[in-house]
């Protein structure tokens, strides 16, 4: 049974791959590489040591791939890419744990740190999510709509929106930080206005949900993609062995 389903994720994914020319084993190493991402953040409720471990390595390894000659820069390549640099987040939450743990170190604001640190790794997953979608989507449209949608395949578009996603991330992080400092009551206060206290609050308690909301939505998306996906790739092969 899970040998049928890796099977399924890996011709899923050669859609989305397609536009990169590389040697076979690269060809692979990314499928493996999306397909262990896809599981991470769209399948695994939460990320736990073994998968997180995998990932921080598996993105090491593709960003090492991602800079050879032999890889050319397509819009999946750039997508793929800053998949990679997403994980750059957990890493500084992971380390600055290990210093912190190792040399018991004192943190003149615990509250902040802990907050930061957490506000880090829902960062890096909210972006991976939605690069990931980004490929799915990509993938459908090669599928279905290859000449059609060429002209929004550009190495352009996918740095765009790869731009987009990590600034709107980053201002979620921002918000999430300052409503977790207020509720800790560690900032001292009125920095600013109430009203501006009392916006700040709101607005992340109605993000926490929308985020809640969204991750529920894009995992409906991305199964509709593949599925769509895999059964036209199922249906091709059917016609061509009769």
């Known amino acids: 049974m899970e040998k049928a389903i890796s099977g399924c994720f890996f011709q899923q994914m050669y859609s989305s791959l397609t536009s990169i020319s590389m040697e076979r084993d690269h060809m692979k190493d990314l499928r493996r590489y999306l397909v262990l991402k896809y599981i991470q953040y769209l399948v695994l409720s939460s990320s736990n040591a073994a998968s997180t471990l995998l990932g921080l390595l598996g993105s090491l390894y593709v960003t ?83 000449t059609e949608s060429r002209h ?11 731009r987009i996603i990590w600034l709107l991330v980053a201002a979620e992080c921002i918000l999430f930080q300052m409503d977790d400092l207020l509720k800790a009551g560690s900032t001292p206060a009125p920095i600013c206005s109430p009203l501006v206290f009392y916006f700040s609050i709101r607005a992340a308690a109605l993000l926490r949900s929308l985020s809640y909301f ?12 593949y599925y769509k996906i895999f059964f036209s790739m199922s249906n091709r092969s059917t016609l061509k062995t009769k």
């Open 152 to 162: 929004l395949r550009t190495v352009k578009n996918a740095r765009r929106t790869s």
């Open 64 to 146: 090492i791939i991602l800079q050879s000659a032999k890889v050319s820069s397509k819009s999946t390549a750039v997508l793929i890419a800053s998949l990679a640099k997403a994980d750059i987040l957990v890493s500084v939450s992971v380390a600055a744990e290990m210093v912190a743990w190792t040399f018991d170190v004192a943190i003149s604001s615990p509250a902040f740190a802990s907050a930061l640190l957490q506000n880090l790794l829902t960062a890096n997953a909210h972006i991976s999510a939605l690069l990931l979608s980004c490929v799915a989507l990509e993938a459908y449209l090669i599928t279905f709509f290859p």
């Open 214 to 225: 969204l991750g529920i939505l894009l995992r409906i998306v991305n199964v509709y993609f």
